[in-house]
Nanobody, 114 residues
């Protein structure tokens, strides 16, 4: 099992930036794809971005050009740099690790005020 701990969430004004971090521990070896998901109040959880161990990335259309996902394999840490934040980015953001199983972090709240 992989333990995932997110940090970096908070309250920011529209147009501002935040950087989320996700520290992985436990059976981190064998994790290929990592991802950020988010869930806004009253909405379904949605995929924000993914990154493979080789660094290939994919983004939801709603965040392309504004968010950047990255990972430091040596530190077992993944990041999400979020720029030009909008009120509709308000959500709980979750870190996810895909290996032979799927592990989720506890989530970190991001609130963007207008």
């Amino acid at each position: 099992q992989v333990q995932l701990v997110e940090s970096g969430g908070g309250l920011v004004q529209a147009g501002g930036s935040l950087r989320l971090s996700c520290a992985a521990s436990g059976s981190a070896f064998g994790v290929n794809v990592m991802a950020w998901y988010r869930q806004a109040p009253g909405k379904q959880r949605e995929l924000v971005a993914t990154i493979t161990s080789g660094g290939t990335t994919n983004y939801a259309d709603s965040v392309k050009g504004r968010f950047t996902i990255s990972r430091d394999n040596a530190k077992n840490t993944m990041y999400l740099q979020m720029n030009s934040l909008k009120p509709e980015d308000t959500a709980v953001y979750y870190c996810v690790a895909f290996s032979h199983r799927t592990d989720w972090g506890q989530g970190t709240q991001v609130t963007v005020s207008s």
